[in-house]
């Protein structure tokens, strides 16, 4: 059964409606005088929180190794299927010890036009070498542009420390190995 | 009429529609940044200083903007409606006296271009007019929402034509004259007539907010409703004549009240007297405290804008027809009773 809502009679004042538009003026009034909250666009720039997820980027250690192994899992796991890599064996002409690792992406692929900004990439990834960074300004005059190849992956990304030492372990265990 | 008459009506000519037109164009700047600040945010203020060259860029924008032509308009009055939007604003100005005489070459100028015996009458007629530029959009365009903005204009203005008719009736009973330096003079002599005749002032200033499709009485373009109403169809520079049209009426309107209510140029410690003896400077001034004058009641226009929300159309008809014209007949009869010998 519908309620029935009683509704006040208006008095004399109420019906006028000027106390209330006059009220209505000194509200607009007051509000002129008060702080802009407006952010200068970009002059200023707003504060990103920490697990912001802008665009996704490759990170490196802390000794400037590349994290990643190409398992593909975060290619597997893309929803609008964003990323491709080409994965391929490590090159034999890094400065640094891979010490075991066999496999590194050749071609890492982010299409930024197609990225959801979900973070799945990040959160499967057993290698922690994709984060989700705080970069949100994404535009060129091309749609290729913003298709990221590796090397704009890893600035994008830059070090991490403090992480997974995966690295670290495997050298301990073939030093150990070898005793 | 001699040479010297021709050259001081062309000179006032100039004057005063170059004023009309410079404030038409910053009209849009001043209500930006007056909605901003109402809303806490800073308004334009990428274009020069604070924004300041805002309505030069807005106006090369329109200029160069593709000037659509749909297929299915009436083509004649689709090129004619936003003449009729600007030109009877233009018009009203010929007879509002917009300060104190000046003294030229041994000669006093009224400065008012038209000196009209029948001066409030020649702004109704005018005023009235304004109403086709909106029909003839509404109906050239030949489109739902522009049509029914049309309708809606051509209603709220002959509803709200005649309270504002009624409410100056009291004012020429009291100067006994439709001559506008008449009623500024007695205005100057007496006491200005927003504290003789309030109510007069109340209904005028509402019925010109409608009058000149300001909220809370824009239904015709309610662009929540209506799209953008009777302008929907319009690109480039015919839609910039409507919107210069519409800020012209304002500045027309604000114009008006000052003479009618205000006291024109009259400051409350100054007589005819003072102005004269101050020669032309008290003319410049006369004109600068007409112009602060009008400018405020501009500001009103923008302040109400956003304070108070859109009427509905029945709420409209029904303030209108029900409430102001009795309204206005009552503060004839008042002035008649307190005006008696």
Redo the contacts between chains.
């Keep these: 059964m519908a309620k029935v809502v009683e509704r006040r009679k208006l008095n004399f004042w109420e019906e006028l409606y000027l106390p209330a538009i006059v009220d209505g003026l000194g509200r607009t009034f007051r509000q002129m005088f008060k702080p802009e909250i407006t952010l200068q666009y970009p002059e200023q720039r707003p504060v990103i929180a920490d697990d912001y997820r802008g665009a996704p980027g490759l990170v490196k250690d802390e000794e400037g190794r590349e994290k990643c192994v190409s398992c593909q899992l975060c290619e597997y796991i893309c929803p609008p299927k964003a990323i491709v890599i080409e994965p391929g064996e490590v090159s034999e002409e890094t400065s640094y010890d891979y010490s075991g690792i066999e496999k590194a992406p050749q071609e890492f692929y982010i299409d930024m036009l197609r990225c959801i900004y979900c973070g799945y990439c990040e959160e499967i990834c057993p290698e922690q070498a994709i984060f989700m960074t705080g970069e949100y300004e994404l535009n060129a005059s091309t749609r290729q542009e913003l298709v990221f190849d590796k090397a704009r992956l890893y600035k994008l990304g830059g070090t991490r420390p403090g992480l997974l030492k995966k690295w670290k372990h495997k050298d301990d265990g073939l030093a150990a190995e070898e005793h | 009429m001699n040479v010297f008459d021709i050259a001081a009506s062309l000179a006032k000519i100039i004057i005063l529609t170059h004023t009309t037109l410079i404030l038409a164009m910053y009209m849009p700047w001043v209500e930006r940044k ?1 909605s ?7 308004g334009p203020n990428r274009v020069g200083y604070a924004g300041l060259l805002q309505p030069i860029a807005d106006t090369f924008k329109f200029i160069f903007k593709e000037d659509v032509v749909p297929g299915h308009v009436n083509k004649t009055l689709f090129v004619l409606a936003p003449c009729f939007a600007v030109i009877p604003s233009l018009f009203i100005l010929a007879v509002i006296p917009f300060g104190p005489a000046v003294q030229v070459m041994g000669q006093s100028v009224d400065l008012v271009i038209a000196d009209l015996g029948v001066g409030i009458l020649f702004v109704f007629a005018f005023s009235g007019l304004a109403v086709y530029g909106i029909v003839f959009a509404g109906w050239a365009s030949n489109s739902k929402y522009p049509m029914l903005g049309g309708v809606r204009a051509s209603a709220q203005m002959i509803s709200y034509e005649i309270c504002l008719g009624l409410s100056v009736v009291g004012i020429f009973m009291g100067a006994e004259s439709l001559r506008m330096l008449d009623i500024v003079q007695q205005q100057i002599d007496g006491s200005w007539n927003i504290f003789t005749q309030p109510l007069g002032f109340l209904i005028f200033a509402i019925a010109a907010f409608a009058e000149t499709n300001r909220l809370p009485f824009d239904l015709p373009e309610a662009e929540t409703e209506l799209v953008a109403g009777y302008h929907t169809e319009y690109s480039s520079i015919k839609f910039t004549m409507f919107f210069a049209g519409e800020y012209a009426a304002m500045f027309v309107f604000a114009a008006l009240v000052t003479v009618l209510f205000l006291g024109g140029w009259d400051l409350p410690f100054m007589d005819s007297a003072s102005f004269a003896a101050m020669g032309n400077w008290g003319a410049l001034l006369g004109f600068a405290v007409f112009l602060v004058k009008s400018f405020m009641f501009l500001l009103l226009y923008v ?2 804008r ?3 929300p859109r009427f509905r159309f029945d709420q409209l008809m029904n303030l209108g027809w029900k409430v102001l014209l009795p309204l206005a007949l009552v503060n004839i009869l008042i002035t008649g009773f307190l005006n008696l010998p």
């Design positions: 007056v901003a600040w109402i809303q806490d945010r800073v302040w109400v956003f304070t108070l």
